[in-house]
C-alpha cells in the first residue's frame, strides 16, 4: 500500500497504454486504487466485514515505481482478510449513511456515526454468510438512487428508501436476484442530476450511458442489459457515476495506471459494448477505476473508488 500525488499521472488521450503505476511480483497484484487527500481518514473494510481506520498521511509516499509497504504493518489484519472497499472520510457524521453490498447481492445501510470508534483491532462492520463477501462500500446522504452492477453485464437501479437503516451486525436485505453464478462487482450512489453511468471491462473496454437508461425498479429484481459481455470486451469489473470535467484513473493487474477525462467518452445505448479506453499488454486486465474527486466534493463520496483516492 502506498499513496502518490496524482500530478504524476499526467492525463492521457481514450486508448492511451497508460504508465507503471506500482511495482508488483508474481502472486502480487494490484487490488485498488482510490483518491484522498492527506486529511481525511480512510475507513479499510475487509472482504470478512470487518473495518478499520485509518489516516491518509499514515500512509507511506513512494514513487510511481515503487511496491509500498505491507498493508499488515499499516493495519492489524487477520491472516485471511483481503481488502474489499476503501471509503476515505472527512467527519463521522449523524447525517450521512454507510451502503454495503455483497458478491452475492445483498446490501445493507447503516448509519456512518456507528463506525466513528473504530480501534486498532477493528470491528465488526457488516455480517457475511459463508460463501459470500462485502464487495463495495460506499456514503450517501440517504436520500439517493442505487445501482448494483454484475460481473455478467446486468444492472439494476432502485431508490435508497427500499433500504431501511439497519445496525452493525445486520446482514442486509437482497439488492438484486442474480441468475446463475452471476456476481455483483460495483454499486453506484446517484446524487448528481447530471450524472451518467460508466461501465468498464476487463478488456478496457467502457462507455457510458443515461441514468434515466436504466428504469427506477424496487430492489431485488434482476436488472437489464448494463453491457453486452463478449469475449472482446470480457466481464465488467467497474461501474461510476461521472459528470462531465471528471477524470478517471484506470489500473490494470501489472499495476499500469491509465488518466483520462471523461469527456472523451461519449454518452452512448445502454446495450452496447462500448469503446476503446486503454490498450493492455498481453495477459493483463484492468482491475479497478477511480474518479478523480474535486477536493470540495462532500465528504469522501465513495465513487472514486473501487476505487474507491490517493492510492493503494
Known sequence: MKRVGIDTYRAQRRGGRGLKGM???DEDWVEHLFVATAHQYLMIFTRQGQCYWLKVW???EGGRNSRGKPIVNLLNLGPEEEIAAVVPVREFSDDHYLLFSTRLGKIKKTPLSAYGNVRTVGLNAINIREGDELIDVQITEGDNEVVLATRDGLAIRFHEKDVRPMGRAAEGVRG??????DEVVGMVVV????????????NGMGKRSEVDAYRLQGRGGKGVINLRATQK????????SVVPGDQLMLITRNGVINRQSVDEIRVIGRA???VKLVNLDEGDVVVDVARVIPEEDENGSGEGGA??????
Open 23 to 25: 511495482g508488483t511480483k
Open 58 to 60: 499514515q500512509i507511506p
Open 176 to 181: 438484486i436476484n442474480l441468475v446463475g453464478d
Open 191 to 202: 446524487s448528481r442530476p447530471e450524472a451518467t453511468l460508466l461501465v468498464v471491462s476487463e
Open 233 to 240: 470486451t470480457g466481464r465488467v469489473v467497474a461501474i461510476k
Open 272 to 274: 452496447t459494448q462500448g
Open 307 to 312: 476505487a474507491s483516492t490517493d492510492d493503494e
